[in-house]
């Protein structure tokens, strides 16, 4: 178990809301690349292959290779103040704060990397929080995202003596602020630079067993597809939902994304709208991955306009969708201290009674 925190009789119990996201490397540096993917991809939760098959070729073949291609990925995207993961969920939770006021302590993890769930955790129970909502800014389920998140918080959990009570939300691919922030970014897009033949839905790829296995994350994927495809008034043919960023050899969800862009353009597509809806922030896989390598492979097979549409990163419309969800699932949980003189009428009994704090 972790030290305990020092109790106090009279103390303010807290209301919090943890926030998590995937994780990013502390720097794009084959080092850091190193110590990340080894905790990423070392994550049953993540690759489902048996251990003994696994590991020797984590440590003895991919972690030996491939930190430095991936650190000059990170590289190109990297900013002044970070990675653009850590920052735009940084600015989320800020954003967040100023949403649900004072009463209400926020704070956000990295499932992977840097501050760590563990760490947070600790910070928040310091600071009197007794009750946590755990929200993950995946907005649709899977295993290897939400289920590991509420895995490590429950880690946590089993080694607290005094746990708060805590509550998870495990997905809002159908949340109506959610959509309509999503649509709002395609409108404002579409305002600034025109609109394209087709708008492009890539979601994160997953293994294909995994929806054999249970995982509604297909499913919800194209939910979130439909309800913006309906806000944005758009006819069947106007938009495809794709999945990107495989890995390995198995096959994952299709259809997959950069092949598809790549034959419609040698269909005689000359311009496509491409957004990530299942990205709330932008990072590696939507910097990277879409604005640069699926763009690049699109004007080879003879595309003209690739328009990349970022993600709802700080937008004031995505912010008000997180607040509202949060109240959503905060009902029925305090949202502000008692008064400091109830919480003294509380201290001097417990004193009564022998309490020496």
């Excluded at 946590?156 to 922030?181: K, M, T």
């Excluded at 897009?189 to 394209?196: D, I, L, N, T, V």
């Excluded at 990349?308 to 004031?316: M, S």
């Amino acid at each position: 178990m972790t030290s305990p925190v020092p109790f106090r009789h009279g103390a303010p119990e807290r209301t919090a809301v943890l926030l998590l996201n995937l994780g990013t490397p502390d720097a794009p540096t084959p080092a850091a690349l190193r110590r990340y993917l080894a905790e990423f991809l070392g994550d049953p939760r993540v690759v489902e292959i048996p251990r003994a098959a696994w590991l020797p070729i984590l440590h003895g073949v991919i972690l030996r290779t491939r930190p430095a291609k991936s650190a000059a990925k990170y590289a190109s995207i990297w900013t002044p103040e970070g990675s653009p993961l850590a920052v735009w969920t940084r600015r989320q939770a800020e954003g967040l704060q100023l949403r649900l006021g004072s009463g209400v302590l926020v704070r956000h993890a990295m499932r992977y990397g840097n501050p760590a769930i563990p760490a947070v955790l600790d910070e928040l129970t310091a600071a009197g929080a007794t009750r946590v909502l755990v929200l993950p800014l995946y907005p649709q389920y899977a295993a290897s995202t939400t289920a590991t998140a509420n895995d490590a918080v429950a880690q946590w959990l089993a080694r607290q003596r005094r746990q708060p009570e805590v509550r998870f939300v495990n997905h809002y691919p159908d949340d109506a602020g959610y959509v309509g922030a999503l649509a709002a970014q395609v409108r404002a897009h579409w305002q600034q630079h025109g609109r394209a033949e087709k708008l492009v839905m890539s979601f994160h790829g997953v293994p294909k067993r995994t929806l054999l296995l249970g995982d509604p994350y297909h499913c919800e994927c194209h939910k979130t597809a439909r309800l913006l495809a309906q806000a944005l008034e758009l006819k069947a043919e106007e938009w495809v939902v794709t999945f990107q960023s495989r890995f390995g050899k198995a096959e994952w969800l299709q259809p997959y994304t950069e092949p598809t862009l790549v034959g419609l353009a040698r269909g005689g597509m000359k311009s496509a709208d491409v957004i990530c809806p299942g990205f709330p922030a932008d990072c590696l896989e939507t910097l990277e991955e879409i604005n640069m390598e699926v763009r690049a492979a699109f004007v080879q097979a003879g595309g003209r306009d690739y328009r990349y549409i970022p993600c709802l990163n700080d937008t004031p419309a995505w912010l008000d969708a997180l607040a509202g969800l949060a109240r959503r699932h905060l009902q029925g949980w305090p949202l502000e201290a008692a008064p400091a003189a109830e919480r003294e009428l509380q201290r001097e009994r417990a004193l009564a009674l022998g309490a020496e704090a």
